[in-house]
């Protein structure tokens, strides 16, 4: 069987020692915050999560961009010159542009090196979403199958990775147009927080609302209890945005009401956490449908 190597984004929102225990490479996008630009690197290299939310928290916004095609071509070629083949699992394209990015360079790359195989598939996945699908397609890689196979296999069933979402800060919401300013005061002064998913384009949707931090918590919950399927069932992700409390009672209440055994809990790095600000919380499962 020939040998590939998977390749993603940073914003699946994973820890480093896994995605590398994994044997998966991560792409960082940037981001810019208080004038500087950075990388976003799951180590958290050039600036601490902590600091990016302290920066929000002060009234801070951040910008994000995606991938370039530079940097695509750069990570693929060094993978093709050591003989392997690419598979890249990209960050939604209904919420950014880095898979047209990729297969841009895929196509210049293609002529360059016609033996090997350069396969980019839109995971139409984001945040712990993306970062389930990439756990569990590098699960499968290690089972053996090829990358035909896998890529198959991450194209069929992207629709069944269910990610709930809810923010406690609604201004970022309004920056980025997913509510309205009149909401958005309305929804702040009554404690109303939105109940939010990622729908079949890949896209951002709100879906309910919910009045009060814990309801909004336990409306993620709920979502596992109700539409997680059989298969997969034992893994569940939850991410946070400076929030460690909240994801640990939302982790207590699945492995309790869901009977969940891994529970894997992370950090919202800056590229989701500027869309969604400080106290976002997310929950990713296997699930029936979207």
């Known amino acids: 069987m020939e040998s590939y190597q998977i390749i993603t984004d940073t914003t699946i929102d994973m820890p480093q020692q896994l995605i590398e225990d994994l044997g998966v490479q991560a792409l960082p996008l940037t ?8 990388h976003h690197y799951l180590d958290e290299r050039e600036l601490p999560l902590d600091d990016f939310y302290k920066m929000i928290k002060a009234g ?52 360059e090196y016609p033996d090997r195989k350069i ?10 979403g993306e970062g389930l699908m990439i756990y569990l397609a590098a699960k499968k890689k290690k089972e053996g199958v090829s990358i035909d ?33 009149v909401s958005a005061t309305f929804g702040t002064a009554l404690s109303i927080k939105p ?12 879906k309910d609302k919910v009045r009060g931090r814990k309801k909004s918590l336990l409306a993620l919950v709920d979502h596992v209890k109700n539409d997680q399927a ?20 939302m982790a207590d209440k699945i492995k309790e009401e869901c ?10 790095g800056p590229i989701i956490g500027a869309h969604t600000g400080a106290g976002a919380a997310v929950v990713a499962f296997f699930g029936g449908e979207r």
């Open 195 to 206: 109940v939010m998913t990622v729908d079949n384009d890949g896209k951002l949707v709100v």
């Open 31 to 38: 981001f810019e915050i208080a004038g500087r630009n950075y």
């Open 60 to 111: 801070e916004f951040a910008t994000t961009s995606q991938i370039n095609i530079q940097v695509f071509q750069e990570a693929f070629r060094h993978v093709l010159e050591q003989g392997q083949d690419v598979l890249y699992l990209a960050f939604s394209s209904g919420l950014s542009g880095t898979y047209q990015s990729s297969m841009i360079a895929k196509s210049e790359l293609q002529d």
């Open 230 to 249: 059989k298969e997969f069932a034992d893994t569940v992700v939850i991410t946070h945005a400076a929030d460690e409390e909240a994801a640990n009672f």
């Open 259 to 268: 009977h969940v055994t891994n529970v894997i809990i992370t950090k919202m």
């Open 119 to 128: 396969i980019c598939v839109d995971t139409l996945c984001a945040s712990c």
């Open 149 to 181: 196979e896998l890529a198959a296999w991450v194209e069929e069933n992207r629709y069944h990775i269910c990610t709930w979402y809810t923010v406690d800060d609604l201004i970022h919401l309004k920056r980025g147009g997913r509510i309205s300013a």
